[in-house]
């Protein structure tokens, strides 16, 4: 990103890279891992800003005057901002996960968190799918997919309303011994047992059953008032686990 005769750039080391006159001229540590995505935008009280995006799944913002940049704050994120922009005030961050955030710029010091406004699957691909009728005409709808996500939306307002996980990834790496015939999807990053193949729900006992690649089965529990809150965890009340995993 350019900004009069200076250029910034994001190293793959987490810094920020100042460059002028075809050089190198300063350095800024900004995160643990590669610096995603960085944009030069002007406010009208703070003058150049510098918004820089982290593999630490953090958002950072510098000001920019007198050949230096000086942290203003920083917020974290739900996953690595992958793109950001700044207009009129308001800030969108583009997440790995699929998601789209915003947030204001004036009146925040890092205090006022992303606030999610459309999000989707992301890695690998869309196994799941039903359509849940409330009553009254109100629909839901829920989806699952190989990226460990279980969401469930609202058709009508085309939100997501809730966010779940297929399962808790394991924290040791399990050595492949060969012969299994579930088989993760070659499209995606996560572990067969993070990646869902099924989602179905149970009007009568109001549970919904989540399959995984591995052959198991999660009946959770849903109160879709606390879906329709946006609460977290809405999703991961799991009250019962069914059958063995795939050998």
Same mark, same amino acid.
């Given at each position: ?9 994001g ?19 900004n ?23 982290g ?106 309303? %809730?966010?779940?996980?297929?399962? #808790? &990834?394991?924290?040791?790496? /399990?050595?492949? $011994?060969?012969? *299994? !015939? ?16 099924c ?25 879709? %008032?606390?879906?329709?809150?946006? #609460? &977290?965890?809405?999703?991961? /009340?799991?009250k $019962?686990?069914? *059958? !063995?995993?795939?050998?």
């Amino acid at each position: 990103e350019a900004t009069k005769d200076v250029i910034f750039s994001g190293s793959s080391s987490g810094e920020v890279v100042m460059c002028q006159g075809g050089a190198i001229t300063k350095t800024y540590p900004n995160c643990k891992g590669s610096v995603h995505s960085i944009v030069m935008r002007v406010d009208k009280k703070d003058g150049e800003l510098a918004l820089v995006g982290g593999n630490d799944k953090t958002f950072t913002i510098y000001q920019h005057a007198g050949g230096e940049l000086t942290k203003l704050w920083a917020v974290a994120c739900d996953a690595p901002p992958r793109a950001v922009d700044m207009f009129n005030e308001n800030i969108l961050i583009g997440l790995k996960n699929g998601s789209i955030c915003e947030m204001p710029y004036t009146g925040n010091n890092g205090t006022i968190k992303p606030n999610v406004v459309m999000t989707s699957h992301c890695d690998g691909e869309v196994w799941g799918l039903d359509v849940v009728s409330l009553g009254g005409g109100e629909l839901r709808m829920l989806t699952s997919a190989d990226d460990n996500r279980v969401l469930a939306y609202n058709p009508k307002t085309k939100m997501v309303l %809730a966010e779940g996980v297929v399962n #808790q &990834p394991a924290t040791k790496k /399990v050595k492949d $011994k060969g012969g *299994f !015939k579930g088989g993760a999807s070659s499209m995606s990053s996560q572990p067969a047992n993070c990646q869902s193949r099924c989602v179905v729900y149970n009007d009568t006992l109001k549970h919904m059953a989540v399959a995984d690649n591995k052959g198991i089965v999660t009946i959770r529990e849903l109160d879709w %008032a606390a879906v329709d809150a946006r #609460q &977290p965890g809405s999703l991961d /009340v799991v009250k $019962k686990t069914l *059958f !063995k995993e795939i050998k």
